[in-house]
T-cell receptor, first 116, second 111 residues
Framework: KAGVTQTPRYLIKTRGQQVTLSCSPISGHRSVSWYQQTPGQGLQFLFEYFSETQRNKGNFPGRFSGRQFSNSRSEMNVSTLELGDSALYLC???????????????FGPGTRLTVL | QKEVEQDPGPLSVPEGAIVSLNCTYSNSAFQYFMWYRQYSRKGPELLMY????GNKEDGRFTAQVDKSSKYISLFIRDSQPSDSATYLCAMSAYDTDKLIFGTGTRLQVFP
């Protein structure tokens, strides 16, 4: 069974631009979560989508947004990019929405975003 | 102060060594404790999961939770070069799906 796929794998943008990242979950998985990973802060939760609806949102500014399509694929958008947005953006999928810390999620390889 | 603290390393050990990786935390409500392994250019994968206090063993890996000290550990016996990766701890309270991750410890096992 194919794992979580993310495109593109690497991206270079300049300040002020916007970017869209894509995530395809494992087949049959309907919940998709997005994380930002940086050396200083580690993994930080951005948001989770299930059935095209945002279930949870982390503590990030409104420049970060996402959506989920009927086939469970998800996109994440960052507008007006800042230097501090440079990070690895990870997508994770699970069969159903995570309701507990013990629910397992499967991560994709991430998209490395560099903002110049 | 961060809710979860983890030494970033790198930790460099010879093949066959016993490795100890640790995290401390401040939130006494945390009940679920996880260790993830992340290879270079890959996403994290769940390695070990424990609930509340105690030990859990899986092959060469042992996860230990000491809730009284708010301290968790991952031990790797007979370490192999293939264990070279970043290890992330993560934890969550009982009634929430919110996972708090440590920043990760980079481990290098040399032959």
């Amino acid at each position: 069974k194919a794992g979580v796929t993310q495109t593109p794998r690497y991206l270079i943008k300049t300040r002020g631009q916007q970017v869209t990242l894509s995530c395809s979950p494992i087949s049959g998985h309907r919940s998709v979560s997005w994380y930002q990973q940086t050396p200083g802060q580690g993994l930080q939760f951005l948001f989770e989508y299930f059935s095209e609806t945002q279930r949870n949102k982390g503590n990030f500014p409104g420049r970060f947004s996402g959506r989920q399509f009927s086939n469970s694929r998800s996109e994440m958008n960052v507008s007006t990019l800042e230097l501090g947005d440079s990070a690895l953006y990870l997508c994770a999928s699970s069969l159903v929405p995570r309701t507990s810390g013990r629910d397992e999620q499967f991560f994709g390889p991430g998209t490395r975003l560099t903002v110049l | 102060q961060k809710e979860v603290e983890q030494d970033p390393g790198p930790l460099s050990v010879p093949e066959g060594a016993i490795v100890s990786l640790n995290c401390t935390y401040s939130n006494s409500a945390f009940q679920y404790f996880m260790w993830y392994r992340q290879y270079s250019r890959k996403g994290p994968e769940l390695l070990m999961y424990t609930y509340s206090s105690g030990n859990k063993e899986d092959g060469r890996f042992t996860a230990q939770v000491d809730k009284s000290s708010k301290y968790i550990s991952l031990f790797i016996r007979d370490s192999q070069p293939s264990d070279s990766a970043t290890y992330l701890c993560a934890m969550s309270a009982y009634d929430t799906d919110k996972l708090i991750f440590g920043t990760g410890t980079r481990l290098q096992v040399f032959p």
